[in-house]
């Protein structure tokens, strides 16, 4: 399931679930535990104001009311906090902060009743007390509002009370000063929930992302678990494969090496001439294939070596140069004979490389002989040794054959990996050497790249490190390659500045 999928899934059915029910629950009882002593603080500023119309018996009556059902109200909020997420039914702790919450209402309403009966002959009084009750209204109203508007039900039934109550007692007075204020009460109350409403929108969205939020998280941290532990099967899997290969490559190689052997003995006609020049046909044949096999599995088990990490590299001074010329005059006769020019354009002034002569032969080995046989007869392959401006040196070798397309060289860079045109063109190969090749240049700390044009030809690249490049600093003195001689006595050389 895609991400939009999921946010999609919680925009339809997240309203409905009991976690956002449960959020918006959590947020009306922290707010009254936050406002806890805002509410009587207030409770008690309005009781003594009373006094100034009503008997202090009235209004300490109402005091103790209000106070009473405020406690009973935070003690419910308390309880709800410290109860666990898992042993919370949102139903019933909602009731319960209704019934609460009911009893403050009723008991807010109560202040509007605090003065009836007492002596209304003085004008001033009643009317400062008239408009005190409708500051008050308009002060509760706007405080429920902010920290009650998460649970509409519960606004409601914490501030219809006191408005019913304060607009009966304006109204009782059958004035149209108080008429009109009732009227205005009425008015601010419906304002005060059109504005609790808008706030309530804003909470569900916020808790809505959020809770998309934390199930996209927990997806996520999901599908890592699980990409985590696919990546560790593939690559235990991987090392598995590795070791059985240089396993039986071993094993292979024993019983290989004798059939080479004796069938090497016999095509030789060592022990005496075979009469039958099938046999000596057959016997060609043999040998013949179990040198490729034997290639084969040399190729495999070098692979399967470099990727369980345990292909060492005998370093020493050596001149990249010197290994392509020697490289080139192994195969410089199968070239001649399939008519290929060979062009050599190389520095012989370039420092020696710390390196693995073994390697280096292996790779110069590999991109020549991939050149030569996928080059169609009468081409040319240019052979290239430089430093680059970076002060790398690079082997480059580049050719005119069919080339690679350009989806395909991905492929070709994998294990067993060939281009489909270069299979209907060139010789049978095992797809092994430019994976060996690579790697071993890696091994190196260099880089290898193949840049490939459909029909006008391939160039490959191996660009060693400049840390790798050393000059003697004298012909008595000689000094250490920082790094690369750790822990064993060899040759000291200098980086070439």
């Not at 999928?5 to 997240?14: G, H, L, P, Y």
């Not at 007492?118 to 009643?126: A, K, L, R, T």
């Not at 304002?191 to 997806?219: H, N, P, V, W």
Request: net charge neutral; charged share 20%.
């Amino acid at each position: 399931m895609t991400v939009r999928d999921v946010r999609k899934r919680f925009a339809q059915e997240e309203r409905r679930v009991p976690e956002l029910q449960y959020e918006l629950v959590s947020m009306f009882v922290r707010n009254e535990l936050s406002a806890q002593w805002t509410l009587l603080v207030l409770a008690i500023i309005f009781s003594l104001a009373s006094m100034f119309w009503a008997s202090e018996q009235q209004a300490l009556i109402w005091l103790i009311a209000i106070v009473t059902a405020k406690i009973v109200l935070l003690e419910v909020c308390r309880k709800f906090i410290v109860t666990p997420r898992e042993e919370v039914n949102v139903k019933v702790w909602y009731w319960r902060l209704f019934t609460a919450e009911a009893c403050c209402g009723f008991a807010w309403a109560g202040f509007a009743l605090v003065g009836i009966g007492e002596d209304s002959s003085n004008q001033s009084y009643v009317y400062s007390s008239h408009v005190f009750l409708f500051a008050s209204l308009i002060v509760v109203l706007a405080i429920r509002m902010t920290f009650a508007s998460t649970l509409l039900p519960i606004l409601y039934v914490g501030t219809v009370p006191m408005t019913l109550a304060v607009v009966g007692r304006l109204f009782l007075q059958q004035d149209f000063f108080y008429v009109a204020l009732a009227s205005m009460a009425v008015a601010v109350h419906l304002y005060f929930i059109f504005l609790a409403k808008g706030l309530q929108a804003t909470a569900c969205s916020m808790l809505e992302y959020r809770l998309q939020k934390d199930i996209l998280i927990a997806e996520l941290a999901e599908a890592k678990l699980i990409s985590d532990e696919a990546r560790r099967r593939a690559e235990n899997a991987n090392l598995a494969k590795s070791q059985f290969l240089a396993t039986m490559s071993h094993e292979l190689r024993t019983p290989l090496n004798a059939v080479l052997g004796f069938s090497e003995v016999m095509k030789n006609e060592v022990l005496g001439p075979l009469e039958n020049k099938r046999y000596h046909e057959y016997v060609q044949n043999i040998h013949t294939s179990g040198a490729h096999l034997l290639n084969l599995i040399n190729e495999i088990l070098d692979l399967s070596r470099i990727e369980a990490g345990k292909y060492e590299l005998h370093e020493h001074p050596v001149r990249i140069v010197d290994v392509l010329d020697d490289s080139c005059s192994l195969l410089k006769l199968r070239a001649e004979t399939k008519g290929l020019e060979l062009i050599e354009l190389y520095d012989a002034t370039l420092p020696a490389l710390w390196a693995d002569e073994r390697s280096l032969r292996q790779i110069c080995l590999n991109l020549i002989s991939n050149a030569i046989k996928f080059t169609p007869r009468g081409g040319s392959i240019t052979l290239i040794v430089k430093a680059n401006a970076d002060g790398e040196q690079v082997l480059s070798i580049r050719d005119t054959g069919p080339g690679i397309p350009e989806h395909e060289i991905p492929k070709v860079m994998e294990a067993f990996g060939q281009g489909s045109l270069a299979q209907k063109t060139a010789e049978g190969g095992t797809g092994l050497g430019l994976p060996i090749v690579r790697k071993l240049i890696e091994l190196h700390g260099g880089r290898f790249e193949l840049k490939s044009k459909l029909r006008k030809g391939t160039e490959v690249t191996a660009f060693f490190p400049r840390n790798r490049i050393i000059k003697l600093s004298g012909d008595a003195e000689v000094k250490t390659v920082t790094g690369l001689c750790m822990g064993k006595r060899k040759p000291q050389y200098t980086h070439q500045s």
